[in-house]
């Protein structure tokens, strides 16, 4: 199964594993899954270190190779994903969230969230 990771679950996997979800760890260890990452989880780590925020503190060039060595996939952000955001509910305003969603949905992937907020969307979005 294609696994899109949120930015957050894509963190945690990536620094600090503890902080994982045991749903999360079980999707990430399982070698049937493939593991995605979106350019806008970059994109949005990037922006909110650059505003000094601590929970985004890593260093986005080094968060991408490490991904990439270990076997995740880059979704890069389309046009169609880009449009497709025009038909979600209004129930989060976070640009970066509803991109991720935009693509999980057009892409007919899972997107794996520990945000209640984000599972609360409809379609292939799956709560940890």
């Not at 600090?16 to 899954?33: H, I, K, T, W, Y």
């Not at 025009?86 to 949905?105: M, T």
């Not at 969230?113 to 599972?119: N, R």
Request: proline share 9%; glycine share 8%.
């Amino acid at each position: 199964m294609k696994l899109l990771l949120d930015t957050h679950l894509l963190l945690w996997a990536a620094g600090q594993p503890g902080q994982l979800p045991a749903a999360a760890r079980a999707l990430l260890d399982d070698p049937q899954n493939e593991l995605l990452f979106s350019s806008a989880s970059l994109w949005e780590v990037t922006i909110k270190r650059g505003l000094g925020r601590s929970d985004f503190h890593v260093d986005p060039r080094l968060l991408r190779r490490g991904l990439l060595d270990n076997g995740y996939s880059e979704l890069p952000i389309t046009s169609e994903h880009a449009v497709a955001i025009d038909g979600l509910p209004p129930i989060h305003k976070d640009p970066f969230d509803r991109i991720l969603i935009a693509q999980a949905i057009v892409e007919g992937i899972a997107l794996i969230t520990a945000d209640p907020l984000v599972a609360r969307y409809p379609g292939p979005v799956r709560s940890v």
